[in-house]
Every structure is written in C-alpha cells, then in structure tokens.
C-alpha cells in the first residue's frame, strides 16, 4: 500500500510546482498525535465554470490526507472543463454530481444534506486550503471542544496564486458579526464549523447571493462560540470578476437585510446610515436607482419587514441630491 497520496494522484501540470502538486500533508501529523480523535470532516465544494481553478482546489483538500475525509462536489451544470476533471480525480471523491441548480447556496446546501462529518465547511471551487489546515483546524477543535466553529488566518491571492496580502480573524458575538467589516472578520475558506450547529441554523438562506457566509456566521455566533488559531488555515482567491467585488450596492443592501431579520435592527439601521452617506448619491444620480429601491424592497418584502421598506423609500427619496 502506497503511504503517499501524492504518488498515486493524477500527475501534476509540468509547469505547476509546490503546493498542492508536488508537496502534500504528511500523514505521520495525524499519527503522532494518537491521543487526538480525528472527526469525520466533511468539504463541500460547489461548482460551476470554474475549470481554470477546480483542479488546484481538489487537490487542496484531498493533499491535507486528513484520515477521516468526506469531499462532495457538487456542480452545477458546467460546460467547461469541470466535469472532466472532477471524473479525474472521482475514485478520491465521497460523491459528486453535475446538474443545474439555484446557485452557490442551494449547492452547498445540497451537499451539507448528504455529509455525515460531526465538522463540516465549504471550500469554493477558486479557493483553496493550504498545507495542513485541517489538521491545524482540528486540534484547534480538540482544544476547544465546547466552540462549535473554528477558524484561522486567510491568505488572498491573486488568479495566479500569488499571495496578496494576509487576514487575521476578528471574532465576537451575534451582534459584532452583524457589524461584519467593522466588529469582526473572518475568512470563509479558512473557517470549519459544527455540522449540528449549522442544522440548527436550517443551512444556508438561499436568498442570499452575496452575504450567505455572514448571515451563516450571525446564526452560528447566536447558538455558540468561535475559536481562532493564527494558524493560516485558507486561501481566498481575489481577482477581477469574482462575485465578491460585483457589485458593493448589492452586497450591502443585503447585509442590511440579514442584519434586519437576524434581529440587528440598530446595526442595520447604522449601516443603512453609513452607507446611504456615502454611497447612495451615486444612485441617485443613475437611472439605475429605480432597480437599486425595487431589489430592496423585494428582499425586505421577501421577510416581511414590511414598515421597514417604507422607511427605507423615505430614506433614500428624502436624500438631497
């Protein structure tokens, strides 16, 4: 039996070195800390037309050869060359699937249904886990049993893998993540969390196109604690066209709207203020503010918060220009 994944992998681009193609976790980690117990763990990455970059994800996760790993892909249709490489790698893959879906949330959701780890996360199909990062996670688990999420630093890089700059985690209680940028911060691809936990939140709102790893971590600080290690535990992928830079107006709006059904009025309330300052005018003098004012009131509608959208038409009409 080969004690080396790496050895038994699809091999490596020629032109691709380091992690995580020539280099892999080692598995003596695991077995020299035998007093440890190795949780099933379970990753989900969720898919769609990112070709360029799923290979080096998988690779991300399968390398760690943490013990106890579930890994579920779930593709929403792709037509590039996705599906071929995941059929690459599948004899390493707990289960896979291609077929169109409702987007990133309703993906991940998908595959939280069928994990069965005691601590699950998702890793998006641009991101990646550098060396040892569930490891790293999992001891920071076994030293704080009674947290249900655990998270390390961030690495962003750019679409070549370059490291760009690095993010420590800010962690605070239900009312600090709603404040999220200001209070507290943490990095989605280096953060894994209790499988019961997130069932208790009923997943991921799938509404949500922007903020669902924010509306995510307020539920989950609302049931227990987070953990940090400074670890560097992720790697998020920043480059031109990812959805977290499309389009601020939106991402915002609805951060004010899970603030507002997460029971964080005021902080939604300051937010709107903030950023109304700041930003609204922009809209106002676009034709485009028509679209901004309908997206917000079908969100605020959408929960019923019906006193809510007539005050943030008021808002924004009664803003000199």
């Known amino acids: 039996m080969c004690s080396s994944l790496l050895q038994v992998l699809p091999v490596s681009k020629k032109d691709k070195h380091g992690w995580p193609w020539t280099i892999e976790t080692k598995k003596s980690i695991y077995k020299n800390n035998l007093e440890f117990h190795w949780p099933k763990v379970s990753i989900i990455t969720p898919s769609f037309n ?35 490489i995941i059929k690459k790698y599948e004899k390493w893959l707990t289960y896979w699937v291609s077929e169109a879906d409702r987007g990133q949330s309703h993906a991940i959701n998908k595959g939280m249904k069928m994990a069965r780890g005691e601590v699950v996360g998702w890793l998006n199909s641009d991101d990646m886990f550098p060396q040892n990062s569930i490891y790293s996670l999992i001891s920071l688990r076994e030293n704080n049993k009674l947290s249900i999420a655990w998270v390390g630093e961030c690495h962003f890089i750019n679409k070549d893998g370059k490291f760009l700059f690095s993010q420590k985690p800010k962690i605070g209680d239900s009312a600090e993540f709603s404040d999220w940028g200001i209070d507290t911060c943490i990095a ?12 208790k939140t009923g997943g991921l709102d799938e509404q949500f196109n922007y903020v669902l790893d924010v509306d995510l971590w307020i539920k989950l600080s609302a049931i227990g ?23 601020p107006a939106k991402r915002e709006i609805e951060h004010i709207v899970t603030c507002w059904i997460n029971n964080q009025k005021l902080i939604a309330q300051k937010r709107l203020d903030h950023w109304g300052e700041i930003q609204i005018r922009n809209y106002i003098l676009d034709l485009s503010f028509r679209n901004f004012i309908l997206y917000v009131s079908i969100w605020i509608y959408r929960k019923t918060a019906k006193p809510f959208v007539s005050a943030l038409k008021n ?3 009664t803003k000199p220009k």
């Not at 989605?188 to 069932?199: D, I, N, R, V, Y």
Request: aromatic share 14%; proline share 3%.
């Open 50 to 84: 990112q070709g360029d970059f799923l290979e080096e994800t998988i690779r991300s996760v399968l390398l760690q050869n943490y013990p106890n790993l579930e890994y579920i892909i779930i593709d929403g249709g792709s037509s590039d060359q996705s599906v071929d």
């Open 188 to 199: 989605q691809p280096a953060t894994l969390f209790s499988k019961q936990a997130f069932e």
């Open 225 to 247: 604690s987070f953990s940090v290690t400074n670890k560097v535990t992720g790697m998020f992928r920043l480059y031109e066209g990812i959805k977290s830079l499309d389009d």
């Open 315 to 317: 808002y924004f009409v």
